[in-house]
């Protein structure tokens, strides 16, 4: 299997780093301008009875848990301005602070490290569980109720990624072209996203998707929002 991760506004990150077999780390540039993080899965699928909890480390905060990522969850949104010190006062400042990001302001600022470790579905839960319920609130993705600005925050990231799955799971193929070769310790099958029909073709655990659909996908995405802002507002496929 592999992770995924996007700061709003920012390329697709997919080179996390093995530490062992069960934990892997990614380092997130510019961390104190990153306010909104998708983290999500893909390739092969969590082994029975396994799930995968998300830490950030922020500069001078020390490793925080996020959340969680699971067979049945395999993405997840994260505000991280929650986790710092307040500076701004609402999510829309946060939102626009993350779309004004762009690639030569990447690496002005000081990274964070983001780490994911494999561990069985007890033991993430129990870790979940313990989360102070400030942080459950102000993480979109762990389940529990949020404002109504995190329930539009939640929506909007299901759109992006539903539009990521729809467009990467569109180059699946079955057999490797000639020169090929695997990226990662595991084999990059689509079927991370809950499986089934893409178009006419079936996602399966056995299918391979090229790195450079996702580097196409946030080529064109980048284009559609720059036109239209509110582009994953409405998208629906």
Not at 71 to 97: C, E, H, I, Q, V
Not at 120 to 137: E, F, Y
Request: charged share 15%; net charge negative; glycine share 10%.
């Amino acid at each position: 299997m592999q992770f995924g991760a996007i700061v709003a506004g920012r390329p697709v990150q997919t080179d996390f780093q093995p530490v062992d077999a069960t934990k892997f780390a990614l380092a997130v540039p510019n961390a104190d301008k990153a306010n909104h993080l998708v983290v999500f899965v893909f390739g092969d699928p969590f082994p029975a009875g396994y799930a995968a909890t998300v830490h950030i480390n922020l500069p001078d905060r020390g490793w925080q848990l996020l959340g969680a990522l699971s067979n049945d969850k395999p993405s997840a949104m994260f505000r991280l301005a929650g986790l710092r010190p307040a500076t701004r006062s609402s999510d829309g400042d946060d939102m626009m602070m993350d779309s004004s990001n762009d690639t030569n302001a990447v690496a002005a600022g000081p990274p964070a490290m983001l780490g994911i470790s494999i561990e069985p579905i007890d033991v993430v839960q129990a870790q979940l569980a313990a989360l102070p319920q400030s942080q459950r609130t102000a993480t979109a993705s762990t389940g529990h109720s949020t404002p109504a600005s995190g329930t539009a925050g939640l929506q909007l990231s299901l759109n992006v990624l539903q539009n990521l799955y729809h467009y990467v799971t569109s180059f699946a193929t079955s057999s490797l072209p000639m020169g090929a070769h695997v990226v990662g310790g595991g084999a990059p099958a689509a079927g991370a996203f809950g499986g089934g029909m893409v178009g006419s073709a079936a996602v399966t655990n056995a299918s391979w998707i090229p790195v450079k659909a996702f580097e196409d996908w946030w080529s064109a995405v980048n284009r559609k929002v720059k036109m239209n802002p509110q582009y994953f507002e409405r998208v629906s496929d």
